[in-house]
């Protein structure tokens, strides 16, 4: 008997997906059908994104497991209908675009690229940016993304701390946990970069509270969750000069309305949400590879801890 494979995304990444997914599940030597419709009690796998409308699983009595095309798992975590193994989209696509991304604003709040690009009206100021081991960068969120990421910033000398909800170790960084974990490692912080996820347990990291313990004129980078920033808060610390500056690449409500004052701060630059994107063949890989292993009978690459929602 084949193994059915649902794709339950948007329509529009069926062309894309059908023939990678068809490719690698065909390297796996596994005999399949892979389709976006079946009858429920058919169903061995699901590829998933939120957007292609699947929410009651109720019906689907043979599913083994739903293989999310999406990092973040938000939005399905909680979903009392899914009683199968969750696994959430970790590939090194994904994870290189996030550590460029991350990278590149870091430099460009390091060396003062605004100021140039923007232009110096005529003066002739030579403003020389410290050496990257003078710069106290902090990542909040040590998963997949942030680990790559702070040992790219590591690798360039920069003086990194990383931050996470239990214990990491990462060679070359130093890493905090806990409530007075995240103290010290914003209380050092001249940029901040979140890439946590979105959880009851993360909403509003920053806050009045937290971001009143950087050191005045922080830049904030967020290319995590719209979530994890109190907005109302951020725009008060700007208007007051406590931050000093923010980059925000993801919003509460995407798209960022047009008239979200983020828009026309002087002191936010905006980016819409491309920090870091699904790259199809990298994905469709590590889909193909949860699917090979469920059927062999070995643990799943990934799985979200539905206590966590991560």
């Keep these: 008997m084949p193994v059915n494979v649902l794709f339950s995304a948007r329509a529009a990444l069926w062309p894309v997906y059908e023939p990678l997914l068809t490719r690698y ?24 994104a939120p957007n292609g409308g699947l929410r009651d699983f109720t019906p689907y009595t043979r599913l083994k497991a739903v293989l999310s095309l999406w990092a973040g798992v938000e ?16 590939d090194h696509g994904l994870t290189q675009g996030m550590t460029e991304w991350v990278v590149g604003h870091v430099l460009r709040y390091h060396l003062g690229m605004d100021a140039h690009i923007h232009g110096l009206n005529g003066e002739w100021r030579q403003d020389v940016p410290p050496l990257a081991s003078e710069r106290r960068v902090t990542v909040l969120g040590l998963g997949a993304l942030g ?89 008060t610390a700007l208007n ?45 890989q590590v889909i193909c590879e949860n699917i090979r292993r469920g059927e062999a009978g070995e643990p799943f690459l990934h799985l979200v801890d539905r206590d966590l929602g991560y």
């Design 25 to 48: 599940l065909t390297e796996a030597g596994l005999d399949f059908s892979l389709d976006t419709e079946f009858a429920p009690g058919e169903v061995d796998y699901v590829v998933y």
């Design 75 to 90: 939005s399905i975590a909680d979903n009392e209908t899914l009683t199968v193994p969750l696994a959430r989209m970790v």
């Design 147 to 235: 680990e790559a990421s702070v040992r790219a910033l590591a690798a360039l000398n920069f003086n990194v701390t990383g931050w996470s909800r239990s214990p990491k170790g990462i060679a070359g960084v130093t890493c905090l946990h806990g409530a007075d974990g995240l103290v010290r490692a914003l209380s050092n912080a001249d940029i901040v970069v979140l890439l946590l996820p979105d959880t009851s347990a993360t909403e509003n990291t920053l806050d009045a509270e937290t971001l009143a313990l950087l050191p005045k004129g922080a830049r904030i980078i967020n290319p995590g969750r719209g979530p994890l920033i109190n907005d109302d808060a951020l725009l």
């Design 240 to 284: 007051a000069g406590q931050i000093g500056h923010a980059t925000l690449d993801v919003f509460r409500t995407e798209p960022l309305p047009a008239d979200h004052p983020y828009w026309t701060h002087p002191n936010v630059t905006v980016t819409p949400h491309i920090a870091s994107e699904t790259r199809p063949v990298t994905a469709a």
